[in-house]
């Protein structure tokens, strides 16, 4: 009888045994979930942590410094916020040479600026109510000094935002006076 070699050596002439190799196939699915679970969460918190920013208008250039259009405000409205030098934070109403409120120093936060910003754009609201025109609120003018910090300005913008003052401008002219002002503290 003729005698069949499977190729496992198990015949009766002495082969060598041979085990058979067994395909190691690792299964990825798990794998490719947890890739595309990463891949979601990092692409829904990038979008939902994109920075916020406040918007600030600013005014076109001006083409012939020659032409400054000057625009007459209400000194009852207005109130101007000097920036300087270690925190320092100086406001007065009206005109400075003959201010409705007189220069004072002032705090930043809640007990300080926001808390005058708040009592003055009531009491402007009041005269503007009695002089037939309501609407009209506060003017707030900013006047960074270049000693200011950055930090100053954004706790300014911060506190006009807060308060709900919607007309503010950010000036970097100063008069003489209020250069006296600030640099004399």
């Known amino acids: 009888m003729a005698e069949l070699n499977t190729g496992d050596g198990g015949g009766e002439k ?15 699915t798990a794998m490719v979930d947890l890739a595309f679970l990463l891949i979601t969460f990092f692409m829904l918190t990038t979008t939902l942590s994109k920075p916020q920013s406040m918007s600030l208008g600013l ?3 001006e083409k012939d410094p ?3 259009n000057d625009i007459k405000v209400d000194e009852n409205r207005t109130m ?7 925190n320092k934070l100086t406001y007065y109403m009206g005109l400075l040479a003959t201010p409705i409120t007189g220069p004072k120093d002032i705090a930043y936060g809640k007990d300080g600026i926001r808390k005058e910003l708040l ?9 503007s ?11 707030v003018i900013i006047k960074p000094t270049k000693k ?3 930090k100053n300005l954004v706790d300014i913008l911060d506190e006009m935002a807060i308060t709900g003052v919607e007309t ?11 250069t006296k002002l600030v640099d004399k503290k």
């Open 14 to 28: 002495g082969g060598k045994v041979r085990s058979k190799k067994q395909n190691a196939k690792v299964d990825l």
């Open 59 to 61: 005014p076109d250039k």
């Open 66 to 68: 020659k032409e400054k």
């Open 80 to 86: 101007t916020l000097l920036l300087g030098d270690d």
């Open 119 to 127: 009592s003055r754009k009531k009491s402007v609201l009041e005269y």
């Open 129 to 139: 109510a009695g002089i037939g025109k309501p609407k009209n609120g506060i003017i």
């Open 148 to 150: 200011s910090t950055y």
């Open 168 to 178: 503010y401008a950010i000036v970097n002219e100063f008069s003489p006076e209020e």
